[in-house]
T-cell receptor
Framework: AQKITQTQPGMFVQEKEAVTLDCTYDTSDPSYGLFWYKQPSSGEMIFLIYQGSYDQQNATEGRYSLNFQKARKSANLVISASQLGDSAMYFCAIHFSGSARQLTFGSGTQLTVLP | GAGVSQSPRYKVAKRGQDVALRCDPISGHVSLFWYQQALGQGPEFLTYFQNEAQLDKSGLPSDRFFAERPEGSVSTLKIQRTQQEDSAVYLC????????????????FGPGTRLTVL
C-alpha cells in the first residue's frame, strides 16, 4: 500500500530561524510527484512547492526548499527565515502515476512561529 | 483571476437530512476532485472526474454519497441521510488534464464547505 507519513504533529520555531518539516513516503511506483501545501486557520490549501521523482535538482520556491532524498523516500520541507505568517498546518502530498491522479496526503504538521 | 469556488461555505444539517455541496472549478480545468477533511487530519480522496466522466469513486465512504459533473464544469457532491460522522470540511480541487510535471498535476483547491451534522 502506498503511504505518506508526517511524524511531527506540531513544531515551534523562532521568527527568522529556519525550520524543517519531515515527510516520508512508501511506494514502489517509480514515477510520482511530491507537493507541499500550507493550510492556514482560514482553511484554504495553498500550494508551496513541487518535486518530480525524476527531477535532478531539489526544488526551491522563494523561502521554501525541498530536501529530496529519493533513495530514503523522504521529501522534507525547509522554510528559511520564518515569519509569523508562516504559522499554519503544513501537508505533504503525493501524486502517484499509477493512481487515479488523486493526491494522497499526510496527517500534517502544525507549525507555530514564535515572535 | 478566478480560482475554485465552493458553496455554501458552511452548512449545518440535522441528522437524516440531505445536503448538496457545489464546486465551480477553474475554467478550462479538465480534472476535478473531491476530498473530505476531518478535523485535524489531512484531506482524504473521495472521487475524481475527467470532464463529465466520473473515473474513480473509490473513496466515497458509502452509497449515501453521490457526485456528478453533468456538463464537465460545475460539480455537486450530494450526501443523503446525513450522519454525524459526515461532519467534516469538503474540499474541491481542479487541475489540468494529466501529464507529467507540476503544470499538469498541481491541484488548485477551493475554500471548502464545512458541514456540521447535528
Amino acid at each position: 500500500a502506498q503511504k505518506i507519513t508526517q511524524t511531527q504533529p506540531g513544531m515551534f520555531v523562532q521568527e527568522k530561524e529556519a525550520v524543517t518539516l519531515d515527510c516520508t513516503y512508501d511506494t514502489s511506483d517509480p514515477s510520482y510527484g511530491l507537493f507541499w501545501y500550507k493550510q492556514p486557520s482560514s482553511g484554504e490549501m495553498i500550494f508551496l512547492i513541487y518535486q518530480g521523482s525524476y527531477d535532478q535538482q531539489n526544488a526551491t520556491e522563494g523561502r521554501y526548499s525541498l530536501n529530496f532524498q529519493k533513495a530514503r523516500k523522504s521529501a522534507n520541507l525547509v522554510i528559511s527565515a520564518s515569519q509569523l505568517g508562516d504559522s499554519a498546518m503544513y501537508f505533504c502530498a503525493i501524486h502517484f502515476s499509477g493512481s487515479a491522479r488523486q493526491l494522497t496526503f499526510g496527517s500534517g504538521t502544525q507549525l507555530t512561529v514564535l515572535p | 483571476g478566478a480560482g475554485v469556488s465552493q458553496s455554501p461555505r458552511y452548512k449545518v444539517a440535522k441528522r437524516g437530512q440531505d445536503v448538496a455541496l457545489r464546486c465551480d472549478p477553474i475554467s478550462g480545468h479538465v480534472s476535478l476532485f473531491w476530498y473530505q477533511q476531518a478535523l485535524g487530519q489531512g484531506p482524504e480522496f473521495l472521487t475524481y472526474f475527467q470532464n463529465e466522466a466520473q473515473l474513480d469513486k473509490s473513496g466515497l465512504p458509502s452509497d449515501r454519497f453521490f457526485a456528478e459533473r453533468p456538463e464537465g464544469s460545475v460539480s455537486t457532491l450530494k450526501i443523503q441521510r446525513t450522519q454525524q460522522e459526515d461532519s467534516a470540511v469538503y474540499l474541491c480541487a481542479s487541475s489540468l488534464k494529466g501529464g507529467k510535471g507540476r503544470a499538469y498535476n498541481e491541484q488548485f483547491f477551493g475554500p471548502g464547505t464545512r458541514l456540521t451534522v447535528l
